[in-house]
């Protein structure tokens, strides 16, 4: 037990030093903290999918600890079992960083257009008179 846990603190926080390098601008930053070399990129796409293996076999092995009593685990294990179910859930959010560049530039076109049609009226008001 104290294994996995501790391979699952080696694996979280390497995540956690690879999201700060390549994901740094969900967090609202402008630039990384540091620069890690484009080679750890893959290492960083393929890292939370193991990490939820690691988690997985955790909660298999805190389930036989219990003796296959599905209410003594889940009284015992539930944070275990949400945070385990929050990685595919929530990784998914760095796959959104182009839709939110889209939201933003089709916001901006949105604005222009909304320039250009105030423009037409006010302009085409001055040319009835």
Do not use: C
């Not at 104290?2 to 630039?31: R, T, W």
């Not at 890690?36 to 939370?48: G, N, Q, S, T, V």
């Not at 939201?103 to 423009?119: D, E, F, L, P």
């Amino acid at each position: 037990m104290i294994l996995i846990d501790i391979i699952v603190l080696i694996l979280a926080s390497l995540l956690a030093i690879l999201f700060l390098s390549f994901d740094y601008d969900l967090l609202g930053l402008k630039n990384s903290p540091y620069i890690l070399p484009k080679e750890f990129k893959e290492i960083y796409d393929y890292l939370p999918w193991a990490l939820f293996l690691v988690l997985i076999i955790d909660l298999t092995i805190k389930l036989k600890l219990t003796g296959f009593n599905h209410v003594e685990f889940l009284g015992k294990y539930w944070v275990d079992i949400l945070l385990t179910l929050l990685i595919p859930l929530l990784f998914p959010i760095k796959f959104a960083k182009p839709i939110v560049k889209v939201y933003k530039s089709s916001k901006i076109t949105k604005s222009g257009i909304k320039i250009y049609q105030k423009y037409l009226k006010v302009f085409r008001h001055r040319t009835r008179k």
